[in-house]
């Protein structure tokens, strides 16, 4: 086994650990946190599929902004709302079975999808032009944004300015009329 | 009179104007009471007599118009309403819509102020136009239908006052007594429907009418379209009369007349006038050919023994509009009488004279009750206002009403220049005429009709000289007001000769007597001269004697204990005598029914309704617990499965997205599988 | 060189990790966690299918704008779950049921 496989499992036993720690743990600011180790082993887990762009994007925005929001959002607002997130019930409920086995059940499906599947052997796998680990990717996706996807990049720009004006309305205070 | 004419088709519609204007009055009864609405009132009943006056002018001993039109079918019989008007209709067409005119304008004063006189106004054009209406009709069912509307509308004012206990009696009392002439009429209505097949007066008693063509072949009355027993003739004629003696109120159905005296005067005016009792005398004009041999007898009986009974009564009435009432009843039965006798045209002769005085008699008696009452108010005393013991001496202080009332009371009596003595000549000496072509007990007819009309001139003396001489009681009492002693002097002018004929000694020329066609009795010179001399000899010694016993006051009246008095005070004991014979068997009847119905109907009704009540436990047994139990089942099924259903609808986007998931992801392991 | 299928088992095992989040959890935070958890899922798979496909670079142009809408989708959630506190005083999504009939 290489190093880097020993890597890659590594990571993808953090990520899925941390994964399920954050979806089990009553304590919401544990669980926040957690989801930075996540984000952080996922981040790792795209450098392995040859991204290094995304990864630092991931780690970018996802630490540097979604995190920061989520915390910031929480710490600013009023204590009311804070306790009032801790005293979430904790216990075993029917609800959680439901929504265990369906979770399950979708896992099912998923593996059985991938599994019957020889994605290795898929022809446009087969005769696709495989990234190389010394290729610059950060030149091919700055090329690739000005040119081949220009427009869903301005679309984007677009849907994120409505998304922040869209936060900031939301979040105002409502005057007293 | 020949200046103004019209077509036949503008004449009915005139005569329709003359109709419709006094029932516009029946709406004022939509208004609150005010007094403006009696000018509108006597807008209307004074169109209505020129309309009327004019369908006169030109109908009168011209050619007679008859307008009909299909009115509805019934299989194959047509039923067709129209207007007739024959010298017979206009006259009573020109009589009704005037002294309904005449009333109209005496009751702006005299019911001035009442708070019902909205409703009076609308009653008294109801009134009117049943009248006119029953008059002009020229179809027995349509003569049926107003017949009815004048019973109905004389009811409403009869008790128009029906807050008092007296006056509601009173109208039940005339509306009763008038149904039993209704059932009356409308028996004769269907003897004739079936009979003859139509309802058309002039098809039916018109010259050469089916009536007259009718022939009795071995005691079967035979008509073009049908035939029955010759005794049905006799049914039908009687039916009528019947009818007419609920109306006219002959004896023995005339007790609800004085009773009707609880209405307002000028109504009570306006009934023995001209409205509701000629109505009678009217019908029995209208079907005279239909009368054989032995209904004319009857006629004839009941007509003066009414006569006699009616001025018998009279005499010792104190009440003032009562005795005016029986002396309505009087003339009424004269009226009867003559008809009875075939003097068809004297009897309509002195119906239209008798409008007249009657008429202003009662107003004049109307106008003393009203200053009588006013004084009354005024110094608040307490007597009653309509008694003639406690009147007298009025003569000087309402000389209008006094002279007018004398002039009536002369004509009633029959002094001469007046018309009610052409017309009561005219009744006595066709009488006369008549009597001496038979023998038996129609010799007396005429003598009991001279004895009536002596009688006549004694009450009615004895009404004026106790009532406008001797010593005057009620000082400051005054005229009545000007509007309604204008209308008294209208009436007595009319009361007066010069109206019917220009001859005030015979009545031969009066123009009246000559629209209609004779008696067809054989004239007797020697009648024409004596009858009026001795008439009016008696009559005028009767006057004298009344003079010497109410006005003179010499001590010399009759004994008020006496059983000839009573039994004239009492009104001969026959309102008792039909309280013994009609109203307690009745009761008897009702009480013994009461019982039958107590004990066995309702026991059968009871068995039946306990039979009823196991029957519907057993039911209800059933039911419970057998179809109940069903439906409850199919209840409790739907209930559970729709708490089961509601489920799923709980509000939280989690339940709703694992219902969804649950249904994708088993969907999906189901085909992986399947 | 690690195979694509592993990718996909580890980006699956993830996505059903953020669906029992969504299904289960009494928070709305938590809620939204769980669709970042999904979303993340997507990313990865995006990013493995695109080492192959050097020439057009979709999987990893189309994981960046993935991130971004993520990031934005986290900004006016939060927003929306502040504004459903003030409203109902909770942000339990079970006790939220004004839709129930």
């Keep these: 086994m290489s190093p880097e496989q020993i890597l890659f499992y590594f990571f993808a036993a953090l990520t899925l650990i941390s994964a399920f720690l954050v979806v089990t743990m009553q304590n919401l600011v544990r669980s926040i946190f957690l989801f930075f180790v996540t984000i952080f082993s996922l981040a790792a887990m795209f450098v392995f599929a040859l991204a290094d762009f995304i990864a630092v994007t991931q780690v970018v925005i996802y630490v540097g902004g979604v995190l920061v929001l989520m915390l910031f959002a929480f710490m600013l607002s009023n204590r009311e709302l804070l306790s009032g997130l801790q005293a979430v019930q904790t216990g075993f409920k029917m609800s959680h079975f439901a929504g265990l086995m369906i979770s399950l059940g979708f896992l099912f499906l ?52 409505m998304a922040l004006i869209g936060a900031a309305h939301l979040a105002r205070k409502e005057k007293r009329s | 009179m020949g200046v103004l004419s019209f077509s036949a088709g503008t004449l009915g519609a005139f005569s329709l104007i003359a109709l419709a204007f006094p029932f516009i009055s029946l709406f004022t009864i939509l208004w609150r009471s005010k007094d403006s609405l009696g000018h509108i009132a006597i807008f209307n009943a004074f169109i209505s007599f020129i309309a009327s006056f004019i369908v006169f002018c030109c109908v009168w001993n011209k050619e007679v118009i008859h307008l009909q039109t299909g009115w509805f079918t019934i299989g194959e019989n047509v039923f067709t309403a129209g207007i007739l008007l024959n010298n017979l209709s206009v006259l009573m067409m020109v009589l009704v ?10 009751s702006l004063m005299y019911m001035k102020g009442d708070p019902g006189i909205n409703k009076y106004w609308a009653y008294l054009g109801l009134f009117c136009f049943s009248m006119l209406g029953l008059v002009v009709s020229d179809s027995l069912l349509l003569i049926y239908i107003f017949w009815e509307l004048v019973g109905f509308s004389s009811y409403l004012l009869i008790g128009f006052w029906f807050t008092r206990d007296a006056a509601s009696q009173a109208a039940k009392k005339a509306f009763i007594i008038n149904r039993i002439g209704d059932i009356g009429l409308l028996t004769g209505l269907m003897i004739m429907y079936a009979q003859f097949r139509t309802f058309d007066v002039v098809k039916l008693f018109g010259p050469m009418g089916l009536v007259d ?28 009369f019947i009818g007419a003696m609920a109306k006219s109120a002959q004896f023995p159905l005339h007790t609800w007349l004085p009773d009707a005296m609880e209405g307002p005067t000028s109504v009570s005016s306006l009934i023995h006038a001209a409205t509701m009792v000629a109505a009678g005398v009217f019908l029995l004009g209208r079907v005279y050919p239909l009368f054989d041999s032995l209904v004319f007898n009857v006629i004839i009986i009941i007509g003066v023994l009414t006569a006699f009974l009616g001025a018998t009564i009279a005499l010792t009435q104190n009440d003032i509009k009562r005795i005016l009432a029986y002396s309505t009843i009087s003339q009424l039965g004269f009226m009867i009488a003559a008809m009875g006798i075939g003097a068809y045209g004297e009897s309509i002769f002195h119906l239209a004279t008798h409008a007249f005085f009657k008429c202003l008699l009662f107003l004049s008696a109307g106008a003393v009750i009203h200053q009588l009452h006013h004084y009354k108010e005024h110094h608040q005393l307490e007597f009653d206002h309509q008694d003639i013991r406690l009147m007298g001496g009025l003569g000087k202080k309402m000389p209008v009403t006094f002279i007018s009332m004398c002039v009536a009371a002369a004509a ?29 007990f129609k010799k007396l007819v005429p003598y009991v009709l001279v004895l009536t009309s002596w009688l006549t001139a004694f009450y009615i003396a004895r009404l004026i000289f106790k009532v406008f001489f001797g010593k005057l009681r009620y000082e400051g009492i005054t005229e009545a007001s000007s509007s309604m002693s204008r209308v008294l002097i209208v009436l007595a002018i009319c009361s007066l000769f010069i109206l019917v ?34 008439v009016t000899i008696g009559s005028i010694l009767m006057v004298l004697i009344g003079f010497r016993i109410y006005a003179k006051r010499d001590g010399r009246t009759f004994r008020e204990k006496g059983f000839f008095y009573r039994f004239s005070n009492r ?22 029914s009461y019982r039958f119905d107590k004990l066995i109907v309702d026991g059968v009704v009871n068995l039946a309704g306990a039979g009823m009540g196991v029957l519907s436990r057993v039911a209800d047994w059933l039911d419970r617990y057998i179809v109940d139990g069903a439906v409850n089942g199919a209840a409790v099924l739907a209930r559970h499965t729709g708490n089961f259903a509601r489920q799923f609808q709980s509000g939280r986007l989690q339940h709703y997205l694992i219902t969804m998931l649950t249904l994708v992801v088993g969907f999906f392991i189901l085909t992986y599988f399947i | 060189m690690i195979p694509l299928s592993h990718f996909m088992f580890i980006s ?23 669709i970042e958890f999904m979303i993340n899922a997507a990313i990865l798979n995006f990013v493995a299918f695109g080492r192959f496909d050097k020439a057009t670079g979709g999987g990893q142009m189309f994981a960046l704008f993935t991130i971004v809408l993520a990031a934005a989708g986290v900004a006016v959630a939060l927003a929306i779950i502040l504004n459903v506190y003030k409203h109902f005083r909770t942000i339990n999504p079970a006790k939220i049921d004004s839709l129930k009939d």
Aim: glycine share 8%; net charge negative; charged share 10%.
């Design chain 1, 110 to 161: 998923l593996y059985m999808a991938i599994a019957s599947t020889d994605i290795v052997n898929l022809p446009w796998i087969k005769e696709s032009q495989q990234i190389s680990p010394g290729d610059n990717t950060v030149h091919q996706i700055g090329i690739n944004t000005m040119t081949r996807y220009l427009l869903p990049f301005e679309v984007v720009s677009v849907f994120l300015l």
């Design chain 2, 97 to 106: 819509s005037g002294i309904s005119l005449l009333v109209h304008v005496y």
């Design chain 2, 213 to 240: 063509s009718a022939s009795i072949i071995d005691g079967i009355w035979i008509s073009p379209v049908s035939q029955m027993p010759v005794v049905w003739l006799s049914v039908a004629g009687f039916a009528f």
């Design chain 2, 412 to 440: 009633l009596a029959g002094l001469p220049l007046t018309g009610g003595y052409l017309s009561k000549d005219a009744v006595l000496i066709t009488s006369f005429e008549w009597a001496s072509g038979y023998h038996g």
């Design chain 2, 501 to 534: 004929s220009f001859n005030p000694l015979s009545y031969e020329g009066s123009w009246i007597l000559a629209g209609f066609t004779g008696s067809g009795v054989k004239p007797f010179e020697v009648f024409h001269s004596i009858v009026p001399i001795v």
């Design chain 2, 571 to 592: 009104a001969w004991y026959l309102n008792e005598a039909y309280n013994l014979m009609f109203v307690k068997p009745v009761e008897r009847i009702a009480h013994y």
């Design chain 3, 12 to 34: 699956a095992v993830l996505f059903c990790l953020g669906l029992y989040a969504v299904l289960t959890k009494r928070n709305a935070i938590q809620v939204l966690i769980g």
